[in-house]
């Protein structure tokens, strides 16, 4: 199957520090070359990858300096995607909604993964004005405030490499992880309120975006430095993500939005760390309670949830990760939407005529 993945310019595929789309977006895109399909990646020219890259910007729009508006170079790519339509079978979008109008006359074989957040009012007439786009979700919670007539063509948990990051059956470090944005939704404020009243150490792997400066500068900086516990480490690489979480205690995942996925969660159970996060956004449907972690409410439930700790598996953290969230299940649901397509075309076709009441079923579930 010749197919397109159209990713974000902002960070490179994969990234070199923070980007949960674009490591999607990378992770897929190696398995289905894997797998022997033609893949072809638009993306920010340092972008590393086996498929046929398209380089769309000299290297990733939020290390550029010079750069201060990604709109006109996400417009001139998907310009180049359009003009190149008629190459594919399929053509697989991340980046949001800017190319919504301009896929108007081939959309019946296309896929556009809704990476974001869909509760924002202003999201809401978008979606009903493009409603025959076929969509697809990282979580059932993530459709929620949207209108159920959208043209929802399956959901697709995210997935990694299973030798990504090693599994490690205990704990070395006996510190609780926070890894992933400095930013109000995430709360990195209940992070250290949680570790300082459990009397535990907390290392924070995190980046401060500009729009997140004032919040640093004024709430969580002097709380990091009021507390000798807790220790702000900075951004990491996917190197150093290993050590950081496969020796962490637990991951804490404190977040007050609803949050489409949490990829770190399934990082953190790849290296066997159980995961303590807050009912929020899709965290029931990718944290088993009491297995993977454990699900709360408040701050005194996450206080006592770390006490439990110690009855969680590792070996079993690793095993619903080897299950649920490897990127062969993630290429799979997605080769399987591929086909299911109106438009899709040749070989695609071909497995939809063969597997038709299969793919059905499953694409729209």
């Known amino acids: 199957m ?18 949960g789309t674009e490591r999607v977006v990378s992770y897929l895109t190696e398995e289905l070359v894997r797998q022997g399909h033609e893949v ?68 019946g074989r296309t896929v556009t993964t809704v990476h974001g957040r869909l509760d ?12 025959d786009v076929p969509l697809v979700s990282i979580s059932r919670d993530q459709r929620r405030l949207l209108p159920r007539h ?3 063509v399956g959901n697709v948990y995210h997935g990694q490499p299973r030798d990504l990051l090693p599994f490690k059956c205990e704990s070395s470090g006996g510190y609780l992880a926070f890894l992933g944005r400095i930013s109000p939704e995430k709360r990195p404020d209940r992070a250290i309120e949680i570790a300082v009243r459990a009397g535990l150490p907390l290392k924070m792997a995190a980046k401060v975006d500009r729009a997140d400066q004032a919040y640093w ?17 900075g951004e990491i690489n996917e190197h150093q993500k290993a050590d950081f979480l496969g020796n962490a205690r637990a991951l804490v995942f404190p977040i007050d939005w609803p949050e489409p996925f949490g990829l770190v969660t399934i990082e953190a159970m790849a290296c066997g760390t159980p995961v303590v996060a ?9 944290i088993d309670d009491g297995l993977t972690g454990f699900v709360v409410r408040t701050i005194d439930e996450a206080v006592e949830a770390l006490s439990r700790l110690d009855t969680l598996d ?24 591929y086909a299911g397509l109106p ?23």
């Open 2 to 19: 010749k197919i397109a993945q159209i990713a974000p310019l902002s960070e490179s595929v994969p990234p070199r520090l923070y980007g």
């Open 40 to 107: 072809t990646l638009f993306a920010s020219g340092d972008s590393r990858t086996a498929a046929r890259l398209v380089r769309c910007s000299d290297m990733a729009l939020r290390l550029n300096p010079i750069v201060k508006d990604h709109i006109p170079y996400h417009l001139v790519m998907l310009d180049e995607v359009r003009r190149r339509a008629d190459d594919f079978d399929v053509l697989h979008f991340h980046t949001d909604l800017l190319h919504f109008p301009l896929i108007q006359d081939f959309s």
């Open 150 to 152: 959208l043209n929802w």
């Open 278 to 286: 807050f009912r929020a956004g899709a965290v029931p449907e990718v």
């Open 314 to 337: 590792r070996r079993k953290i690793r095993a619903v990760f080897e299950h649920r969230f490897t990127v062969e299940r993630m290429a799979k649901d997605y080769l399987r939407i």
């Open 120 to 131: 924002l009012p202003d999201l809401r007439p978008f979606f009903v004005a493009f409603q």
């Open 217 to 233: 500068d004024a709430v969580i900086e002097p709380m990091v430095k009021a507390h000798p516990n807790v220790e702000f480490v």
């Open 343 to 365: 438009e899709v075309r040749t070989e695609a076709a071909r497995l939809r005529r063969e597997h038709g009441e299969k793919v059905e079923l499953y694409a729209v579930a």
